[in-house]
């Protein structure tokens, strides 16, 4: 069974930096993404990396993040990560690693694989 295992959840004050890391034990992906889930609030995604070959595309950013957040991804170790710079309160969530077979996706809907989720809390 696949599984995707994230870490680098945690408490960070307003202005400050996380890095969260996401390692799949299984196949590489054609997509790896992050989506955060606020209380009371639905899942939203957050960005996307696919890959091309050997290669790696980097997918769009929610817009929310864009300019904050830095999505990166390794094929060969089949890790994701996310620099999350400049939090804000808002950005306080549960955030999912996912994987899925659909090149550039940022649908939650083509994303079969998820993580645990590891939770992020800024505080003002």
């Known amino acids: 069974q696949v599984q995707l295992e994230e870490s680098g959840g945690g408490l960070v004050q307003a202005g400050g930096s996380l890095r969260l890391s996401c390692a799949s034990s299984?196949?590489?992906?054609?997509?790896m993404a992050w989506f955060r889930q606020a209380p009371g609030k639905e899942r939203e995604f957050v960005a996307q990396?696919?890959?091309?070959?050997?290669?790696?595309?980097?997918?769009d950013y929610a817009d929310s993040v864009k300019g904050r957040f830095t999505i990166s991804r390794d094929n060969y170790k089949n890790t994701v990560s996310l620099q999350m710079n400049s939090l804000k309160p808002e950005d306080t969530a549960v955030y999912y690693c996912?994987?899925?077979?659909?090149?550039?996706?940022?649908?939650?809907?083509?994303?079969?694989?998820w993580g645990q989720g590891t939770q992020v809390t800024v505080s003002s």
């Open positions: 996912a994987a899925g077979p659909i090149y550039g996706s940022k649908s939650i809907d083509d994303y079969n694989v």
């Open positions: 299984g196949p590489t992906f054609m997509s």
């Open positions: 990396a696919s890959r091309s070959g050997s290669k790696v595309f980097y997918g």
